[in-house]
């Protein structure tokens, strides 16, 4: 079993979340617990189970609709929050970061235009981020990976633009946002380090071009996921 250490804050999070969910529906009644049974869940000495942090849409994701600088500085502390200037698209915007220190558990949201109310956009990246997202996906995770967790193709941007490798339609996925969500799980993939320019320049010379991940361009290029995120709607949506 992984041994994971994440903030305490962060955890106690996680687990408020998850007992908030788990007590929408009632537990059935436990079997007898028997000497068999008992031997099978223990854990080794020493490993600990912890549930990963969710950059996801819905009840288990660590950041709701109703969020507030406010509210997200009392679950987290705020001192384990900071403002920074970070890219977004072709400019700057300032963002509130979450264990800015962290590259494990980093993320950061985005208000954008907005003036009061929840984020519009909270992403995580980096080789060391251990957030996971809709489907168990992780930074990092191949095309393939993403195409079965989605059950089938989705459409993306090239890597020309600001917008670069940005899925922009799941294609009626199970990523994809239904009537009435709120938010929907959104993604960035990148290419490898060691990408050939053959390879790059068919899914490079548009900037406005998007491609279907099962198209031989990209599936030449082989990109993998770069950005987890989730976008939140406008309520009057």
Same mark, same amino acid.
């Given at each position: 079993?992984? /041994?994971?250490?994440? @903030?305490?804050a962060? +955890? ?29 869940v223990?854990?080794p ?24 600088r406010e ?14 200037? +970070?890219r977004?698209?072709d ?8 264990y @800015?220190?962290?590259p494990?558990t ?7 235009? /907005?003036?009061?109310?929840?984020p519009?956009y909270?992403?995580?990246? $980096? ?7 809709? $489907?168990?996906? %992780?930074?990092?995770?191949?095309? #393939?990976?993403?195409? #079965?967790?989605?059950?089938?193709? %989705?459409?993306m941007? $090239? %890597? ?7 899925v922009?339609?799941?294609? $009626?996925g199970a990523?994809?946002? /239904? ?5 929907e ?5 990148? +290419? @490898?380090?060691?990408?050939a320019?053959?390879v790059? #320049?068919?899914?490079?010379g ?9 198209? @031989? ?5 082989n990109?993998?996921?770069?950005? +987890? #995120?989730? &976008?939140? %709607?406008? &309520?009057?949506?």
């Amino acid at each position: 079993m992984i /041994k994971l250490a994440f @903030p305490p804050a962060l +955890l106690a999070s996680i687990g408020a979340l998850a007992l908030t969910s788990c007590q929408e529906a009632a537990a059935p009644p436990a079997a007898p617990e028997t000497a068999t049974t008992q031997a099978a869940v223990e854990e080794p000495a020493g490993e600990i189970d912890v549930k990963l942090p969710q950059m996801v849409c819905g009840p288990n994701g660590f950041v709701q609709p109703e969020d507030t600088r406010e509210s997200l500085a009392a679950r987290f502390g705020a001192e384990n929050l900071a403002e920074e200037d +970070l890219r977004w698209v072709d400019s700057t915007e300032t963002a509130l970061v979450l264990y @800015p220190d962290e590259p494990a558990t980093r993320a950061e949201l985005f208000w954008l235009d /907005k003036t009061s109310g929840g984020p519009v956009y909270v992403r995580v990246s $980096g080789e060391n981020s251990q957030w996971i997202g809709a $489907g168990g996906l %992780f930074v990092g995770a191949s095309l #393939a990976d993403i195409e #079965a967790a989605n059950g089938g193709p %989705f459409e993306m941007m $090239g %890597f020309e633009n600001h917008n670069s490798g940005e899925v922009v339609d799941w294609l $009626g996925g199970a990523f994809a946002a /239904k009537p009435g969500d709120m938010c929907e799980f959104a993604m960035a993939l990148g +290419l @490898p380090a060691d990408a050939a320019s053959e390879v790059i #320049a068919p899914v490079s010379g548009d900037p406005g071009k998007t491609y279907r991940s099962d198209s @031989p361009e990209i599936r030449a290029a082989n990109p993998s996921a770069d950005v +987890l #995120a989730v &976008q939140f %709607f406008d &309520q009057a949506r």
